[in-house]
């Protein structure tokens, strides 16, 4: 008897639980629900990236999203005109909702200045970055002001006028040189009391007009050398402005492209160098002695990054060196760090350059180069031991309708310049110079960290990847008149420079 009562309470008790547990099983759902989602967050954290964190902020915004999607129980309805609203929204006497919309913080700026420099007794550069779309589709303008330090002489202006020099090139910013040029007078800050120019930038929008007056250059009092606009005495007869150095660059090649042009153009030329991040600290070692020779000069242009412009903002960049050198130098270069010049044997870089002294311009023609198949003349074991450019003898000869070109400017002819030629100059530009110089271009081979000789060929001609090359041994010709020049130059620091 004792026995069918325990066996009836057990019933009981089952029955009684499943009751309970049916009655609050959408409750019980719910519980099972946010336990799996917990254990499944908790075993995916580990792998989520240290830089995503979620703040308590982010977990009240996700709860309050929550909670708005919980229906509630409201018999009011509104309609969309009387629901409340931060914007300053009215209604018109008509009925039509009036709205508004109102900007905050900066998609662009409107002006970046890099540099300003005198261009002369009476005009001066201005050379920075702007806003790409206010260019393309609005109309803003500058204005140039001069105000001495001298409180007897009033203030004068002008308008500035712009050169945008990247051709279309840019993305969020476009290079802008701004020319200020003051006519009515004979010269600026005549009695070199100091002053400050003054460039006033306008957006161009006709409700706003929004104008940053800028401060970009200030001379100190006697700190201006007026002899030096009207001088033909130069400090270098040639200065080689370089673009913006980025990547992981080849310390070896760097080596032998310096060397190389040192070499080149003798004792009265200069190198100006800038390093958007490829200057590391291997490179480095490899431009030091002739850093401390007085041969290079390097900028750290790094903060420009900030800014996103074509190729580092090397447009903005080589019009920065035009100007800060342009009366330093009879000649400038512009050229890359993977091209090598080169000028007939029966010519020298002085020769060529007084028979082409009539130009205020001279593009230069390409020779492409294999930056992948090497000469293996000396033998496998020999080859690997040269210089890059004693190795990788094979140009392509490929027909094309077009190669890239480079150029050299007489810079007190040129207002404003590009990265293959400069359009904005005074005087006359010449595109016929191959027979007096060249440049060989080994593409792609400053960035290769490696040992550059992917193949190795010993004929006058290959075709390799569908590309006809020609055995080409100018460059590689005078490899160990540069090696024995730098030795002398500055002694054996390098010879463990490493790819």
Request: some cysteine; proline content about 4%; charged content about 20%.
């Amino acid at each position: 008897m004792a026995m069918v009562k325990e066996k009836e309470q057990n019933t009981k008790d089952k029955k009684l639980l499943v009751g309970v547990i049916w009655n609050f099983s959408a409750e019980l759902k719910l519980t099972f629900m946010a336990l799996l989602v917990l254990c499944t967050l908790a075993t995916l954290l580990p792998f989520i990236p240290s830089s995503f964190s979620l703040s308590t902020s982010d977990f009240r915004f996700c709860i309050s999203r929550f909670s708005s999607a919980i229906p509630v129980n409201t018999t009011t309805t509104t309609t969309v005109e009387e629901s409340s609203s931060s914007s300053p929204d009215r209604v018109l006497d008509n009925g039509v909702i009036k709205r508004t919309f109102t900007g905050y913080g900066s998609a662009a700026y409107n002006f970046v200045s890099m540099s300003a420099y005198r261009g002369g007794v009476n005009s001066f550069a201005v050379i920075g970055l702007s806003s790409k779309p206010l260019h393309v589709y609005g109309h803003p303008s500058y204005r140039c002001e001069w105000v001495s330090f001298d409180p007897t002489q009033d203030p004068i202006s002008t308008t500035g006028s712009k050169i945008l020099t990247d051709w279309g090139y840019g993305r969020i910013y476009t290079t802008v040189v701004v020319n200020c040029t003051f006519s009515s007078i004979s010269a600026v800050n005549p009695q070199n009391s100091g002053g400050t120019l003054i460039l006033h930038a306008t957006t161009g929008d006709p409700n706003l007009n929004l104008t940053d007056s800028i401060p970009v250059l200030t001379e100190s009092p006697k700190s201006v050398d007026f002899d030096l606009y009207n001088s033909t005495k130069k400090k270098y007869d040639y200065l080689y402005c370089g673009s913006s150095l980025y990547g992981n660059l080849s310390p070896q090649r760097i080596r032998e492209w310096i060397a190389y042009h040192v070499r080149f153009f003798g004792e009265r030329s200069h190198f100006v160098l800038h390093d958007a991040g490829g200057i590391h600290e291997e490179v480095f070692e490899v431009l030091k002695p002739w850093i401390e020779l007085g041969r290079v000069t390097l900028h750290d242009i790094r903060d420009q990054e900030r800014f996103d412009g074509y190729y580092h903002n090397q447009f903005m960049i080589v019009n920065d060196c035009l100007h800060r050198y342009r009366f330093m130098t009879k000649w400038m270069f512009f050229f890359d760090v993977d091209e090598f010049l080169h000028v007939p044997l029966k010519e020298t870089i002085s020769s060529v350059m007084e028979s082409l002294e009539e130009y205020s311009q001279f593009t230069i023609e390409q020779m492409p180069m294999s930056s992948r198949i090497c000469y293996s003349g000396d033998g496998p074991a020999r080859t690997y031991r040269k210089w890059g450019i004693e190795k990788l003898a094979y140009r392509d000869v490929k027909k094309v309708p077009r190669r890239d070109r480079k150029y050299a400017v007489q810079p007190e002819n040129v207002f404003a310049t590009g990265v293959h030629m400069s359009q904005n100059l005074q005087g006359k530009t010449y595109h016929k110079a191959e027979s007096k110089i060249r440049y060989f271009h080994y593409h792609g081979s400053i960035s290769q960290r490696r040992e550059p000789c992917r193949h190795l060929f010993n004929d006058s001609r290959v075709v390799f990847e569908n590309t006809p090359y020609v055995l080409d041994t100018t460059i590689r010709d005078v490899g160990l008149a540069v090696r024995t020049f730098e030795l002398r130059t500055i002694g054996d620091r390098l010879l463990r420079t490493r790819q």
